[in-house]
């Protein structure tokens, strides 16, 4: 296989990435996107704001964009993100606990009967729990108003819209073995003992100087998948350049083929020109489209050639 999704293919996984609906106009973007990738996640566009800006009007057109465009080429399609924090427009935050339960539950039933069938995995919660060593629950309008037994109220609602959807619950420095992924883990633990429904979990993997890649990523993806979960690297960029930022991809996609839940590795983007990271370089393809030795390492640890 000469392509990312096609090696991926070949182990029995996608290789994805984000996909921003106004870059979908660029010849060298989507020529890209189409011969290396074979699953989409859009980058915004599927996020509260972008969905539903007043409540209970919807705006899907960006999304079907990116969604009909992965259809016509045969890929997947990740939903990001039905219940998060962040990029929730104000009203949201200004309801009383009843309509914030309706208004919750109204979103992931509209969203997901939108696309009901064509997703294959949708990240029901993003971000929930607090950086740092206490393990708590991040402030938050669900979190403060709701309480705890939000995030199952979440995956129940899911489940119902949207049956053929795998569902999971998405975060960023989880992905090692510290007090965050621990709680998570302990809440994936739970819902699976109590039979609510979830049935993978993301991990975004924003790398840095600052936030390696974990000496236990392999490990801890692994205590989750024997959970019975799937696991899935959902945002991977990894700061550098070079044989360094190569040696970090490998080990990544190296952790990812040992598990064998490990169902496919989504990249936060296409090329280092449109990454979030300002000015970084975190991605496999340079601001021309060229492949980085990043781009050879995945491939090559993929078993491509
Ligand atoms: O679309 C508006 C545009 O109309 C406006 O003129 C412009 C001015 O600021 O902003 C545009 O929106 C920006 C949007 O990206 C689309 O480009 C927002 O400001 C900007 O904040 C937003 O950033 C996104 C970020 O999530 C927001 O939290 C990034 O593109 C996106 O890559 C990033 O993705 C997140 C994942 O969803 C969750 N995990 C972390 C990851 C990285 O932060």
Redesign the pocket.
């Known amino acids: 296989a000469s392509t990312l999704g096609d090696a991926a293919a070949e182990r029995g996984r996608y290789f994805g990435t ?1 996909v ?1 609906a106004n870059h979908l106009g660029e010849a060298d973007y989507v020529g890209t996107l189409n011969r290396e990738f074979n699953s989409a996640t859009p ?2 566009e599927m ?1 509260w704001d972008a969905l539903e800006p007043q409540r209970g009007q919807f705006t899907f057109g960006n999304a079907d964009r990116i969604v009909d465009h992965a259809q016509a080429q045969g890929m997947d399609v990740r939903g ?2 039905l219940v ?1 924090h ?2 929730l427009p104000g009203w949201v935050g200004s309801l009383g606990t009843n309509d914030l339960r309706a208004a919750m539950n109204n979103h992931i039933t509209t969203v997901m009967g939108h696309w009901r069938g064509e997703i294959h995995s949708w990240d029901v919660v ?2 929930a729990f607090q950086d740092g060593n206490s393990g708590a629950r991040r402030s938050s309008p669900f979190q403060d108003r709701l309480g705890n037994g939000y995030i199952e109220e979440a995956f129940r609602t899911a489940r119902a819209a949207d049956p053929n959807a795998k569902l999971c619950y ?1 975060d ?1 420095n989880t992905d090692g073995i510290n007090a965050k992924s621990n709680a998570v883990y302990n809440m994936v633990a739970d819902f699976k003992q109590r039979g609510v429904p979830i049935d993978c979990v993301g991990f ?1 993997s ?1 790398f840095n100087a600052q936030s390696p890649v974990p000496a236990d990523f392999q490990q801890n993806l692994q205590r989750f998948a024997a959970l019975g979960v799937d696991v899935q690297i959902t ?1 991977l960029d990894i700061e550098g350049s070079g044989t360094a930022q190569a040696n970090n991809y490998r080990t990544v996609v190296n952790a990812c083929l040992a598990v064998s839940r490990c169902t496919g590795i989504t990249v ?2 296409v090329t280092d020109k449109y990454s ?1 990271r300002s000015g970084g370089t975190p991605l496999l393809f340079d601001g021309n489209y060229n492949k980085k030795p990043a781009y050879d390492a995945v491939l090559a640890a993929l078993g491509g050639t």
Do not use: L, V
Request: aromatic share 20%; charged share 20%; proline share 0%.
């Open positions: 984000a921003a980058e915004n996020k990001h993100t998060w962040s990029q993003n971000e998405n960023y975004q924003h945002e936060w983007g979030w």
